[in-house]
T-cell receptor, first 116, second 113 residues
Framework: GESVGLHLPTLSVQEGDNSIINCAYS??????FIWYKQESGKGPQFIID?????DKRQGQRVTVLLNKTVKHLSLQIAATQPGDSAVYFC???????????????FGKGTKLSVKP | DSGVTQTPKHLITATGQRVTLRCSPR?????VYWYQQSLDQGLQFLIQ???????AKGNILERFSAQQFPDLHSELNLSSLELGDSALYFC????????????FGPGTRLTVL
């Protein structure tokens, strides 16, 4: 089955610096990838997604990079702000229907702390 | 605010008891997903319903069951509760049935004493 892992459980950055959070997945058939942000006491919040036919996708201050060769996913946050402090999860879907195929497998999360 | 609502916000109960968690999806979403989040296991997918029918099953215990009603709200029933069932339970919804771009509710914190 699919497994999703994070390279670092915690990351501390200075306000204004760029942050990079990494994620690795195991199943080469995975075709959909999402990053979620979870603040303390709240549910996960969708940040950005990417499909396997793309290598890069940009949002507002965030960029997701997908390297299918090494099965690696990263989230880049530009000019990190104190409000970005949260736990970030990557999630992976293999697509398809039924069973557990179409559903998201979550990594354990990276806690991002932003120092003012 | 994701548009997904969950009640109650907190629930404290005793071992052996049964509880029901409720979820209302975003307007227009047909799929509802249930997840369990504990400190040691992270976010674990439990079950998905699409337009009233069970669509996919994950790591859901036999003591747990769920259903989705005609108005698309969903309930997760947890019975014969054990201490280890203490966790955050999240509901998420999406438009389609594939699991893409799920929007999460605020969660229900269950404490089993």
């Amino acid at each position: 089955g699919e497994s999703v892992g994070l390279h670092l459980p915690t990351l501390s950055v200075q306000e204004g610096d760029n942050s990079i959070i990494n994620c690795a997945y195991s199943n080469s058939a995975s075709d959909y990838f999402i990053w979620y942000k979870q603040e303390s006491g709240k549910g996960p919040q969708f940040i950005i997604d990417i499909r396997s036919n793309m290598d890069k996708r940009q949002g507002q201050r965030v960029t997701v990079l997908l390297n299918k060769t090494v099965k690696h996913l990263s989230l880049q946050i530009a000019a990190t702000q104190p409000g970005d402090s949260a736990v970030y999860f990557c999630a992976v879907s293999k697509g398809g229907y039924g069973g557990s195929q179409g559903n998201l497998i979550f990594g354990k999360g990276t806690k991002l702390s932003v120092k003012p | 605010d994701s548009g997904v609502t969950q009640t109650p916000k907190h629930l404290i109960t005793a071992t052996g008891q049964r509880v029901t968690l409720r979820c209302s999806p975003r307007s227009g979403d047909l799929s509802v997903y249930w997840y369990q989040q504990s400190l040691d296991q992270g976010l674990q997918f439990l079950i998905q319903y699409y337009n009233g029918e069970e669509r996919a099953k994950g790591n859901i215990l036999e003591r747990f069951s769920a259903q989705q009603f005609p108005d698309l709200h969903s309930e997760l029933n947890l019975s014969s509760l054990e201490l280890g069932d203490s966790a955050l339970y999240f509901c998420a919804s999406s438009v389609g049935q594939r699991g893409d771009e799920q929007f999460f509710g605020p969660g229900t914190r269950l404490t089993v004493l």
